[in-house]
Structure formats: C-alpha cells, structure tokens
C-alpha cells in the first residue's frame, strides 16, 4: 500500500508584492523553461500587506494557526485578488483539523484561480480523507489542465487512481508521467513495476 503523508505541508512562500496568476508552469524540479508559454498578472500589494503575510507564515511555520488565520483573515478584508492568502487558511485550518473552513478557504482560492495547483492539490487530499474520490479526481485534473508537470498532483491522482477508485490505466498513466519528469525516482519504478503485474503486462 502507498500512502503520502500529510503532516507535513509545504507553506507558499510567495511575496505578495510578486504574486504572479501563471497560465502555464514548467516542470517545478527544473529551472524555468525560457520557452514555456507564461502570461503573468502582477498586482501592486501594499507593502504593510506583504509584510503581515510573511507574519502569518512565520506563525504557520511555528505551528500557531490561530494567530497565522487571525493574520491571514485580515488580509483578505482588505485584499482578495490572490490565492496564496486563501490557500494558506485553508491549510491552517486542515491542520487544525477543521475540514470544513480548510475546504471553504481552498475553493475560494480555487475560484480566484480555478487552475491554481496547490489549492487543487491540497483539495484533492482533502477529498480523499472524506471519500469524495469523485470531487478529489476533479481537483487534480483542474490542476493538471494548466499545470501538467506539477509532480505533486501526478503522484497523488495516480495513488487515488490505483488504490481507491481502482482506475489501474488512469494510475498507470500518471505514474509513467511522473518518471518521465523524474526518470531517476526508484520508488516510482517500483509502483509502475508492481502496478503493471497486477494488471497482466
């Protein structure tokens, strides 16, 4: 059986004087491919703003969600045109166990960008706790339709794939995107390897 762990969460740490709506991403592991079709949108956040969104990630990253959500609420009172301040409540409250403001903040993020890879991401495993495979699947693939190289998001539809909703060529394919990206993963040639007995190949 593989399961990702969740206890561990990558905050966003993007300066919101920078925040950028990216159309089109390149592989995250590599540096940024000069040829990658990108449409940028920078806003002009206040500065006082960009510094209490560091706050709030200084809290998160401290484990002080209450005073991370107070921070984060805040901002987006006053500033609701970017992601990361939704994405970052929604993850303050999953790890406070609340899934419903998680899920709440995450869709809002969602609906800034519908594309946006970390909310999508963090939905999608959201879902999978609840056993909504079907809204988990929607999720990744909302990611993917921009973002078709975030590992992340490959890596956890496939795993949804395989071992909840028993789609063995929705995994198989994932899987073998990944090690495309990430040809040197050993662990990834293992699962296709495993997968592709168990499905008579």
């Not at 969740?6 to 592989?27: E, G, K, Q, T």
């Not at 209450?66 to 929604?90: C, M, T």
């Amino acid at each position: 059986m593989k399961f990702i762990s969740i206890n561990y969460i990558r905050l966003i740490f993007i300066p919101l004087l920078a925040m950028l709506l990216v159309s089109c991403v390149s592989d995250p592991t590599k540096s940024d491919d000069a040829s990658a079709d990108r449409t940028m949108e920078i806003y002009d956040i206040d500065s006082d703003i960009e510094d209490d969104f560091n706050t709030a990630l200084s809290h998160l990253k401290s484990a002080e969600y209450d005073s991370a959500i107070k921070i984060l609420e805040q901002i987006i009172s006053v500033e609701s045109r970017v992601p990361a301040p939704f994405i970052n409540l929604g993850m303050a409250y999953d790890l406070k166990g609340d899934a419903k403001l998680a899920e709440k903040y995450l869709l809002e993020a969602v609906n800034i960008d519908l594309a946006q890879p970390v909310a999508n991401n963090k939905l999608g495993l959201l879902y999978r706790k609840q056993g909504r495979f079907d809204d988990a699947r929607k999720a990744y693939s909302n990611a993917l339709t921009r973002n078709p190289e975030y590992l992340p998001v490959i890596k956890n539809l496939g795993i949804l794939c395989e071992l909840y909703i028993r789609d063995y060529p929705c995994a198989m394919k994932q899987y073998e995107d990944y090690q495309n990206l990430q040809p040197d993963d050993k662990t990834m040639k293992i699962w296709i390897t495993d997968l592709s007995r168990r499905m008579g190949k």
